[in-house]
């Protein structure tokens, strides 16, 4: 009889599959390399990296089942939670509430300098108005980059509003972001809001709850793993 194997989806087991099912699944993508797998006579869940039948290319996996990665929470059964649409939402208003009050105050303390500029332009057209207007949307823009991108690309993983719902930003490895993609992933906010905000709405109906800026970015957002007591 061949083995069957079972993986974790949205924290509930799925199964059972056989391991030419499961290698599709790894192929295509709806099975990542952090996701969990299990088979019967097995102590414990773990990694579908770890399996080499998945990804005979990847290196051989160590002797010993890994302990969770400590950036994830596993609830029972095991799998990786996905950060929801409400949840995120939530984490982004409270985000735009700490934001609110230091980029009003910066703004309007550039607008105040270039106002006298802004009005000797005026005389001469919009076409001169304009360069120096948009100068003044600069330090907000400025602020909320380097808020997200340096916030998630930090070993906290997170923003301060996303740290208050408990959830995190990674790669599709799990692994926490560089700057650079951080930045990536910030700046493709702006597709997503482009198109109506349907790029948002996507992480309430994706596999991973995946918003459009998080696939362009290759990003998940997950919960944090509770911490757990030690006997």
Same mark, same amino acid.
């Given at each position: ?29 709806? $099975?990542? +390399? ?6 019967? =006579? ?6 579908? @990296? ?8 990847? *290196?051989?996996?160590? +002797? ?19 950060? !929801?649409?409400?949840? @995120? /939402? ?17 703004? !309007? ?7 006298? +500029?802004?009005? &000797?332009? &005026? ?11 948009? *100068? =003044?949307?600069? +330090? ?9 991108? !340096?916030?998630? &690309? ?6 301060? =509003? ?7 930003? *990674?790669?599709?490895? !799990?692994?926490? $972001?560089? /700057?650079?993609?951080?930045?990536? @992933? ?7 809001? $482009? ?8 992480? =309430? ?22 911490? *757990?007591?030690?006997?």
């Amino acid at each position: 009889m061949a083995e069957q194997w079972f993986h974790a989806h949205n924290g509930k087991p799925v199964g059972p599959v056989s391991i030419e099912a499961l290698r599709q699944l790894a192929h295509s993508g709806a $099975l990542a +390399p952090i996701d969990l797998v299990w088979k019967e =006579g097995m102590p414990a869940w773990v990694e579908a @990296r770890m399996i080499p039948e998945l990804w005979p290319e990847a *290196t051989p996996p160590p +002797p010993h089942i890994p302990q969770a990665p400590l950036n994830y929470y596993y609830p029972v059964g095991g799998a990786v939670v996905y950060a !929801g649409f409400w949840r @995120r /939402f939530v984490a982004y208003v409270v985000d735009c509430i700490i934001l609110y009050i230091p980029v009003l105050v910066i703004n !309007g303390a550039v607008q105040y300098v270039i106002r006298d +500029p802004i009005l &000797s332009a &005026s005389r001469r057209g919009l076409l001169q108005v304009l360069p120096i207007a948009m *100068t =003044g949307s600069l +330090p907000g823009l400025l602020i909320n980059w380097l808020y997200y991108a !340096g916030m998630e &690309s930090s070993q906290l993983q997170a923003t301060l =509003g996303k740290m208050a719902l408990g959830i995190i930003v *990674t790669d599709l490895e !799990g692994r926490r $972001l560089s /700057f650079g993609r951080a930045t990536g @992933r910030y700046f493709a906010k702006w597709i997503s809001t $482009l198109i109506l905000y349907i790029g948002f709405l996507m992480a =309430g109906f994706t596999e991973r709850k995946q918003a459009l800026h998080d696939m362009i970015a290759n990003c998940l957002v997950v919960k944090k793993q509770l911490p *757990t007591a030690q006997a």
